[in-house]
């Protein structure tokens, strides 16, 4: 007899590889209003994320120019940063230019998952669905123009707080709970702390359900060895029950693996 179970998946690093995308937008971001004084590596950027609380890239953003002139002795109260200006400036990069068609790095984004491994696990009777701190657009733009997903079940950026509040993984479970058993096992998929520190944070509102996090390794940590190893460690200390390196290798056998142990 196996266990019921529902698969819920970050996009940014999970469904697209944002390392040249939502990342760059970041680097150009804060290499602009630092004045070209600084540009992050993806190493900067990752050490920025694995504290946890920086999922929105534009508040990364901002968090990585304030650090750069506190290092440099000037206090926040003293910069007095424009946040929607930094908004306005990732968008420009990220989005493009164009306020009526996507024409900017979001045009490049690589996939990290077909639309035919999707419909394995529906196959398999394990629902799906999606909880991410993306934009609605950004979202939509690579599961349905993308993937060619069909209003799949979403929960984004405008609709939830941001990770690692749990609320919107709630209530992506609640979208796709209405005709399934109570009881089904909730899987989270994402690449970062903040999407481990949101099952733990789950499981401590809700400790009646199973949740278990599932960490999927983004293509740029892939790179060297030691920075693959460093990067898995980091998701199982922030909660990860498993780390893959794609996250097609959760099928739906993964999955009943994971769920049974």
């Not at 990732?90 to 990290?112: A, K």
């Amino acid at each position: 007899m196996t266990q019921k179970a529902i698969v819920i998946f970050d996009i940014d690093g999970v469904v697209r590889d944002v390392s040249g995308s939502y990342r760059r937008a970041i680097a150009d971001t804060v290499e602009y209003f630092t004045n070209a004084a600084y540009r992050p590596t993806p190493l900067d950027i990752d050490q920025l994320k694995s504290e946890g609380v920086w999922n929105n890239d534009w508040e990364a953003s901002q968090e990585l120019i304030y650090r750069h002139f506190t290092g440099r002795g000037q206090s926040r109260e003293q910069l007095q940063l424009d946040y929607n200006a930094i908004v306005a400036f990732f968008q420009s990069r990220y989005r493009g230019t164009d306020p009526d068609n996507f024409t900017g790095y979001i045009c490049h984004e690589p996939l990290l998952l077909q639309a035919s491994y999707l419909e394995q696990l529906t196959q398999a009777g394990i629902a799906w669905g999606f909880f991410s701190g993306a934009t609605r657009a950004s979202a939509n733009y690579v599961l349905e123009k993308r993937l060619g997903l069909k209003s799949p079940a979403l929960i984004a950026m405008e609709d939830a707080p941001g990770k690692p509040d749990p609320t919107g993984l709630f209530a992506t479970v609640q979208k796709l709970e209405n005709d399934l058993d109570e009881l089904s096992v909730i899987l989270y998929v994402g690449d970062t702390v903040a999407d481990m520190y949101t099952v733990v944070k789950a499981r401590e509102i809700n400790p009646h359900r199973t949740w278990i996090g599932v960490g999927v390794l983004p293509p740029h940590v892939q790179e060297t060895a030691t920075r693959r190893d460093v990067y898995a460690e980091t998701l199982l200390t922030a909660g990860a029950a498993i780390v893959l390196s794609n996250v097609e290798e959760l099928n739906p056998v993964k999955i009943q693996k994971i769920v049974l142990s």
